[in-house]
């Protein structure tokens, strides 16, 4: 159990030769170097099931590796359970990871692949003296420790100096800082332990039988007793994603951190074993930080989401409220299937009525009161150029709409699907309705857009313009 803390974490990966090719703004200033994540901020509770979710690239994997400490962290501060961990190896991080390719040993049994990390690894005993007292002496390990990080710390803070030097940014001069507030801290503890005699541990391995309940309370929990004697080649890809989370679990790790595990999986397969993962999660009520780019198994199983873009957190909310608010464009059409329809047009406010014109000069009126509240500016009674967003379910049917023609019909059963085009528009809007009807390809079909469920965002900025919150009539009253 433990909670996260990530305060402006950022990964540069230096002048690569994808990074010379594709550096724009900041990081074509610092020649070449790559943000693959920036200003990553976000505190994690003890317990939660946080989802990074987001395109192919977006640094969801990045960010993992640096939680993990697979990866160094350029910049910032990473602390697990208030311990600021930079320097802190991968392997006393207390933290299990689970991959897309599961790494299954494939020569060795299922019991001995998740027992193989156990088997391997040592844990500390005390050292005891000729009467049985714990050894208490100079730690000369942990000095030699603590010089090596000293060592690297100093070297880094060479190259700081010179971005700071160089481009003279906030961020590099605060980077510097930390920098050498880390220095101070590892020499104040390196002058601790040269001074004090602390107690001494001896590493042994764990003994057969603590091994074996572990691996057997794992299975338990997993369902999998059975498969425990079969090799990954026997076995299922659910299966063997079961005996790799198994590995995962007898760990006993304070956070888990999973990367599309379930993304080598058919569909059918992964969404019962995305139960199952929930399922874990609420018997081991761990920390659990899940990376995935599927926004439906974000939605179904994260407590909280992280919506990333290019290295860039988009918004960190729950999945409701994603659905519901989302805070840009880009996080609007991400999250839901069918993706939300966006229209460029502009709003006018008359009243206690907002004008919307549609990219065909049609024209319809909305009822503020009926509309999420609208930031003052946009209501000051000239035109502005906005998107409006709606999902497909919230329109309806409506003679009387504004008219689009009717390009596909898709009839899924339970719902029908029309695609459907304004004059001039380029791509089609989806409006998904429970009943089957007689609409055919080339029939114009009026539409009304269910005001509670429009968004708007500003058509330069791409971010909303609306609060979570009805009552523009209350802020205008009826003028
Ligand atoms: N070692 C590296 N050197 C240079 N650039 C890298 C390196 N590793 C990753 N990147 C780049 O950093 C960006 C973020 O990569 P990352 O693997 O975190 O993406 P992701 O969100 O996990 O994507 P996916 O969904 O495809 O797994 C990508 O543009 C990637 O090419
Ligand atoms: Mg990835």
């Not at 602390?79 to 961990?85: E, F, G, K, R, S």
């Not at 050894?135 to 880094?156: G, Q, Y």
């Not at 339970?414 to 609409?439: M, W």
Request: with cysteine.
């Amino acid at each position: 159990m433990a909670k996260l803390l990530l305060r402006h974490v950022y990964k540069i990966y230096k002048g690569t030769e994808k990074a010379k090719k594709n550096a724009k703004g900041e990081a074509k200033k610092r020649s070449g170097d790559f943000v693959a994540v920036k200003d990553f901020n976000m505190e994690i509770n003890d317990g939660e099931f946080i989802v990074f979710v987001g395109p192919s690239g977006c640094g969801k994997s990045t960010t993992l590796r640096m939680i993990a400490g697979l990866e160094e962290i350029s910049g910032g501060e990473l602390y697990i359970d208030d311990q600021l961990v930079n320097d802190v190896d991968a392997k006393d991080r207390d933290i299990a990871m689970v991959f897309q390719s599961y790494a299954l040993y494939p020569h060795l049994t299922a019991y001995d692949n998740i027992a193989f990390g156990l088997k391997m690894r040592k844990i500390p005993a005390p050292k005891l003296d000729k009467e049985g007292n714990q050894i208490i002496a100079i730690d000369e390990k942990k000095i030699s420790e603590i010089k090596k990080k000293l060592n690297r710390l100093s070297k880094d803070i060479v190259s700081k100096a010179e971005d700071a030097e160089n481009d003279g940014s906030d961020f590099a001069k605060e980077e510097k800082a930390l920098l050498e507030k880390r220095i101070e801290d590892a020499k104040a503890e390196l002058e601790y332990y040269q001074n004090t005699p602390v107690p001494q541990y001896k590493y042994v391995h764990m003994s057969k039988e603590e091994i074996d309940e572990k691996v057997q309370w794992a299975a338990g929990v997993l369902g999998i007793e059975e498969l425990l004697d079969s090799k990954p080649a026997e076995m299922s890809g659910g299966q063997r994603q079961r005996i790799a989370l198994g590995r995962a679990m007898v760990r006993g790790p304070k956070v888990f951190l999973l990367d599309e595990p379930l993304s080598n999986l058919d569909a059918k397969l992964r969404t019962a074993m995305r139960a199952e993962i929930v399922k874990l999660h609420n018997q081991l009520k761990t920390t659990f930080i899940y990376v995935t780019h599927d926004q439906i198994e974000a939605m179904t199983m994260g407590t909280r989401i992280v919506v990333m873009k290019l290295g860039v957190i988009q918004q960190i909310d729950t999945p409701t409220n994603l659905f519901d608010y989302p805070e840009n464009k880009f996080v609007a059409g991400f999250i839901g299937t069918p993706q939300m329809n966006f229209f460029e047009v502009d709003i006018k406010r008359e009243g206690d009525k907002l004008g919307v014109v549609f990219e065909d000069g049609q024209t319809v009126d909305l009822e503020l009161s009926a509309l999420r509240t609208i930031e003052d500016k946009y209501l000051d009674g000239n035109a502005h150029k906005v998107y409006l967003g709606i999902r497909g379910e919230n329109v309806k049917l409506d003679e009387a709409g504004v008219k689009a023609t009717l390009t596909i019909k898709e009839v899924l059963g339970n719902t029908t699907q029309l695609f459907l085009k304004l004059d001039g528009q380029e791509s089609d809007f989806i409006v998904s309705v429970p009943e089957r009807n007689a609409i055919l390809p080339g029939d114009r079909v009026g539409i009304r857009l269910d005001e509670r469920f429009i968004h708007l965002f500003d058509k330069e900025t791409e971010l909303s313009i609306m609060s979570r919150e009805y009552g523009n009539d209350k802020k205008h009253g009826n003028k």
